[in-house]
């Protein structure tokens, strides 16, 4: 049974930082890009970055491009995400996920974790 469980979510003010991880298990995570997503609540899910399998490329949305930093480690089949200088707006559940592709589309992702809060206060 293949499992994504985050961590790390919490509330923070805007300017701080925060450190997600994800830790899977069920799979033979350095075969598997992994990304991370973002749902606001009435909001669609907003891809913020993806990593590929040896980690030598990253990709990031436009919206943390310059804040935000993915990487991973194959030996603890974890994924992180470090969140500097955090907005208000950045504030949303983040899901990792799990792909065999390197892209940003999430119906190419084909496993999913259940996502920890994030909110920023102003």
């Known amino acids: 049974q293949v499992q994504l469980v985050e961590s790390g979510g919490g509330l923070v003010q805007a300017g701080g930082s925060l450190r997600l991880s994800c830790v899977t298990s069920g799979l033979t995570f350095s075969n598997y890009v992994m990304g991370w997503f973002r749902q606001a609540p009435g909001e669609e899910r907003e891809f913020v970055a993806a990593i590929t399998q040896s980690g030598g490329r990253t990709l990031y949305g436009d919206s943390v491009k310059g804040r935000f930093t993915i990487s991973r480690d194959n030996a603890k089949n974890t994924v992180y995400l470090q969140m500097n200088s955090l907005k208000p707006e950045d504030t949303a559940v983040y899901c990792c996920?799990?792909?065999?592709?390197?892209?940003?589309?999430?119906?190419?992702?084909?496993?999913w974790g259940q996502g920890t809060q994030v909110t920023v206060s102003s």
């Open positions: 996920a799990a792909s065999t592709y390197y892209n940003i589309r999430p119906d190419d992702y084909n496993y």
